[in-house]
């Protein structure tokens, strides 16, 4: 029986670890990221990863640094013949990579050598890529850099998000990942190097870049919207509120009005001016300190005139 030792810790990478329990697999160990608090009550949560560990007796090893920690030492010690990670999210010592007696994989949520990092997946559908896809890669030390073992694509619709894209990966990650791990075992598959002249990369969203900017247009202004949901969400300031867009729809029409400023407006509708004449449709929003509401709920309760031509988005 094949011995692996499991790195991993959102909902993407748990039904990753529960394929390969099911399919024979003896996982020696999981390592995942310790505890959160998660909530408003700030409850004390295991990752989803543990939450799979813990429900089939695998020994759980939780550093907040995997790097000279001492659950390092213990993988170390396990000596397994595959180290399997799938959105881990640090860098694997040399010395642990090298404790796989046959190698170390890694499941990536994209085409490598397209968007390396840690949010492929948001930079795809946030720059309107019409597919995305996942990669199985030897892992080295240089960040998702190694040669890729197995490639599949899947479209992105104009309905996903992220949550949605990541169950989807999460399931090409797992057939992937089963159809290639035997082909590596038997020596029977070539892996091509990436070629480092076509290397983009995707970093984690810091807040910054979590609001719209109004000059986009109107398709990567929806574009944007679904790359951060449900997290970490996008927003504007409207009226001078930062408010969270949970849904948008791009419109039809087009406008000479300048973006943020108001095109239509009915106690059911209201739209704004996008950057290159485009109009989009706010369905779905959350002003600070309010719950998600309608379009039509939140105008419902506003007091604001929000006339058409009045510049209230920025």
């Known amino acids: 029986m094949t011995s692996v030792i499991f790195m991993g810790t959102p909902k993407f990478s748990a039904p990753i670890l529960t394929s390969l329990i099911e399919h024979g697999y003896d996982v020696l160990a ?4 310790p505890d959160r608090r998660v909530g408003r009550k700030h409850i004390l949560t295991p990752s989803p990863v543990k939450q799979v560990a813990v429900e089939h007796d695998i020994e759980v090893l939780q550093p907040e640094k995997i ?9 170390i010690e396990l000596a397994p013949d595959l180290i399997v990670t799938a959105a881990f999210g640090q860098f694997l010592p040399t010395k642990l990579l090298n404790a796989a007696k046959v190698a170390a994989v890694n499941v990536h949520a994209s085409l490598l050598p397209k968007y390396r990092g840690g949010a492929p997946v948001h930079y795809a559908i946030m720059n309107g890529d019409a597919e995305t896809g996942v990669s199985i890669m030897f892992m080295e030390k240089k960040m998702d850099a190694g040669a890729v073992l197995a490639q599949e694509a899947i479209p992105i619709t104009d309905q996903d998000d992220v949550g949605s894209m990541f169950d989807k990966l999460s399931d090409l990650g797992r057939e992937l990942l089963l159809a290639t791990l035997p082909k590596l075992l038997a020596g029977s598959i070539t892996p091509i190097p990436q070629d480092e002249d076509q290397v ?6 810091k807040p910054d870049e979590e609001r719209v900017d109004i000059n986009l247009s109107a398709r990567l202004f929806d574009c944007k919207v679904r790359a951060l949901r449900p997290l970490p969400a996008a927003h504007i300031y409207l009226n001078g509120v930062r408010t969270k867009l949970w849904h948008v729809t791009v419109m039809p029409e087009q406008t000479d009005l300048k973006p943020g400023q108001v095109v239509s407006r009915d106690k059911h509708h209201l739209a704004i001016a996008t950057g290159e004449n485009g109009v989009i449709g706010l369905d779905e929003l959350q002003p600070a300190g309010k719950p998600k509401l309608s379009i039509t709920d939140f105008l ?12 209230v988005a920025e």
Not at 67 to 75: I, K, V, W
């Open 200 to 205: 983009t990369f995707a970093p984690t969203i």
């Open 30 to 33: 999981v390592v995942t990221q």
């Open 300 to 311: 419902n309760g506003t007091t604001d005139e929000l006339a058409v031509g009045e510049q």
């Open 67 to 75: 790097s000279g920690s001492p659950e390092m030492a213990r993988a």
